[in-house]
């Protein structure tokens, strides 16, 4: 059995519609919009509605860590579009999931990652790509758990939940061969992006359950550059399984 999997695709349809070739199913761990790529300032939702040059003057205050200054920038510039901006936002959004979930290959099996919006996910699945957050799935004989979502931040992405809501998400997988998740356990090497130099937010639910319950494998994105890209605890290999919009190939599990 041979597994793909994905995440924080950020865009990249065209790689995705090659990410299960060979494979027997595909997985995504999430982060399937590009608001804005750190790296192009002129891809994504946020430049494509205000230009390139306003892009990277929310970068540069976001990345000085003057987010007060950046929600100013952004508050205005949202404001000076015609209509709710909701309204913008949204549809942005929807073209992008229509373009993702078009190009995804089946059977695919899903989560949401921090930059998602959940509730327009179900409007653009394909037959045969299945969602799961807190839930569980056999795939080839093994009993993999899904666990959707970031925990709260400053930068207040769209799908960050409180910590006890994501530990009850965690504690509902319960003991699964393959634990699967958008943000890693909080174990400080796998957390530390070595590029963007700061440390994201993990997860002590999942450190946890990883430690009580011991599955075969840990997998998680999240992190785009990590100082660590994988670790053990116990026997569980845990594995970040790259940043498929800057590397455009998926992480192979094969048993």
């Not at 015609?82 to 936002?89: L, M, T, V």
């Not at 061969?177 to 174990?187: E, K, S």
């Not at 430690?211 to 075969?216: I, L």
């Amino acid at each position: 059995m041979r597994i793909h999997v994905v995440s924080d695709v950020h865009g990249r349809a065209d790689a995705l519609a090659r990410a299960g070739d060979g494979a027997d199913a595909l997985i995504c761990l999430g982060d399937l919009l590009l608001f804005i790529d750190y790296a192009d300032h002129s891809q994504g939702i946020f430049p494509d509605l205000f230009g390139a040059e306003k892009a990277s003057e929310y970068v540069g205050l976001r990345t000085a860590g003057r987010f007060d200054e950046a929600r100013q920038l952004s508050s205005g510039l949202w404001a000076s579009l015609d209509g709710d901006p909701r309204d913008h936002i949204e549809a942005a959004v929807r073209r992008q999931y229509e373009q993702i979930f078009t190009a995804m290959p089946t059977p695919a099996y899903l989560t949401y990652g921090n930059v998602d919006m959940p509730r327009l996910w179900a409007d653009h699945l394909r037959p045969g790509q299945r969602v799961l957050d807190g839930e569980v799935a056999e795939i080839g004989g093994l009993t993999f758990g899904f666990v959707g979502g970031g925990l709260r931040t400053r930068y207040r992405t769209p799908y960050e939940i409180d910590d006890e809501e994501y530990a009850r998400k965690v504690e509902a997988v319960g003991e699964v061969d393959v634990l699967c998740c958008h943000i890693p356990p909080a174990v400080p090497d796998l957390l530390y992006d070595v590029v963007a130099r700061r440390f994201e937010r993990g997860s002590e639910a999942t450190l946890e359950a990883i430690k009580r319950t011991q599955p075969r494998f840990a997998l998680f994105g999240h992190v785009h550059q990590p100082l660590v890209g994988r670790t053990r605890i116990g026997r569980t290999e845990c594995v970040n399984v790259g940043h498929f919009r800057g590397r455009g190939t998926p992480f192979a599990l094969e048993w």
